[in-house]
Each structure stands twice: as C-alpha cells, then as structure tokens.
C-alpha cells in the first residue's frame, strides 16, 4: 500500500511562490504517473499537473507557464513549483499516484490573499 505525503503549503501573497513536495513510501518508478490535484471550496477537484515514470509533463490550462511538476527518484519525491500565483489557485492540493490503483495523500491547504 502506497503512501503519499503532502507538505508544502501555506498562506503567500498574490504573485508570491510556494513549492508543494509529495514523499512516497516506496519508489516512485513503480508508482507512474504521479500528479497534482486541487480542490477549492465547492469546486470539484481538478487535475493541475501530471508526470510520468520517463518525466513526460502535462499541465492544466490554467497554470500552464506558472507551474512545474518535477520528481526525484532518488528522495521518492514528487514537487509542484507554484509561481505567480493568483488568489482563484487558493484550494487544498493533493497529490495522486497510481500503481494498479489510485492512491491519494491527505492533501496541503495553499491560500493566496493579500
């Protein structure tokens, strides 16, 4: 059973920057693909970045060019890098991996107000 671990987030300013870390209990070769989901107060949760196993990356449209998924095999790690952030990305983000099933962390509260 996988676990997933989310830490990272916080309360930054409009334009600030927050980086997001995702710690698997196992290695993240067997877990493909990872990604980064959030979830704002009565808004379904949303697929914000995907990355494969061989680090092909997709983003959603609306942080194309702000955001950068990235991973390190050797930390099991998974990171979100959130630039320029915008007061609609304020949600609880979670982190996503599947291995013959889907498993989720607990999710991080990332609040963006000045």
Known sequence: QVQL???GGGLVQPGGSLRLSCAASESIF???PMAWYRQAPGKQRELVA???SGGSTNYAD???GRFTIS???AKNTVYLQ???LKPEDTAVYYCFGLQAR???GQGTQVTVSS
């Open 62 to 64: 609306s942080v194309k």
């Open 30 to 32: 067997s877990i493909n």
């Open 71 to 73: 991973r390190d095999n």
């Open 50 to 52: 995907t990355i494969t």
């Open 5 to 7: 671990v989310e830490s």
């Open 82 to 84: 959130m630039n320029s």
């Open 102 to 104: 889907g498993y989720w």
